[in-house]
């Protein structure tokens, strides 16, 4: 089993549309978590962290459940230049990072 | 944001040869700095973690001989991929971490470099 694992893609969606991403990790002694974004032959971006209380910026939610080892990126109202590859990553004690392989977003007209 | 960047953002070399990548933290002192390798269509993989003025620790199965990593100081790793071959090609992305200015947890990555090994 991979240690950070997402929905596989791609998503198609039309704009306006809400799209929600899963990730499951299984190092249950993860500490940190956040989603990251990425383009096409890009390095990836900070998105958003994610905390057990849930935190939105704008149209998009993080959610994290620490019991079902979950996490979660809801995004509204989808826009075009929403159009990328979505990360998960796990960060565990020691500053180990695990990225999850990414799922991809396609947003049309 | 914190600013990473990383030199050459493309370079074609021949096989055998030796190919160093720099990475420099901008406008903070990174106490940490990580090196990612990333396949097209496949996830980024950490290849080694180093930290400024010890040694860098590799990632199993990445050969520590193959690919140097020298963190001279706060702002500035090196990777140096030596006796470069066609299956080396890919996207190294480095990362930069930890540090007062930033959050110890997040990691702000340099733009990448494209190698391409002929």
């Known amino acids: 089993r991979k240690e950070v694992e997402q929905d596989p893609g791609p998503f198609n969606v039309p704009e306006g549309a809400t799209v929600a991403f899963n990730c499951t990790y299984s190092?249950?002694?993860?500490?940190?978590f956040f989603w990251y974004r990425q383009d096409c032959r890009k390095e990836p971006k900070l998105l958003m962290s994610?905390?057990?209380s849930g935190n939105e910026d704008g149209r998009f939610t993080a959610q994290l459940n620490r019991a079902s080892q979950y996490i979660s990126l809801l995004i509204r109202d989808s826009k075009l230049s929403d159009s990328a590859t979505y990360l998960c990553?796990?960060?565990?004690?020691?500053?180990?990072?695990?990225f999850g392989a990414g799922t991809r977003l396609f947003v049309k007209a | 944001g914190a600013v990473v960047s990383q030199h050459p953002s493309r370079v074609i070399c021949k096989s055998g040869t030796s190919v160093k990548i720099e990475c420099r933290s901008l406008?903070?002192?990174?106490?940490?700095m990580f090196w990612y390798r990333q396949f097209p269509k496949q996830s980024l993989m950490l290849m080694a973690t180093?930290?400024?003025?010890?040694?860098?620790?590799?990632e199993q199965g990445v050969e520590k001989d193959k690919f140097l990593i020298n963190h001279a100081s706060l702002t500035l790793s090196t990777l140096t991929v030596t006796s470069a071959h066609p299956e080396d090609s890919s996207f190294y992305i480095c990362?930069?971490?930890?540090?007062?200015?930033?959050?110890?947890?997040?990691?702000?990555f340099g733009p990448g470099t494209r190698l391409t090994v002929l």
């Open positions: 990553v796990v960060n565990s004690r020691g500053f180990k990072t695990i």
């Open positions: 406008d903070f002192q990174a106490t940490t």
């Open positions: 180093s930290n400024e003025g010890s040694k860098a620790t590799y």
């Open positions: 190092n249950s002694a993860s500490q940190s």
């Open positions: 990362s930069a971490g930890g540090g007062l200015a930033v959050g110890t947890d997040t990691q702000y």
């Open positions: 994610v905390y057990s």
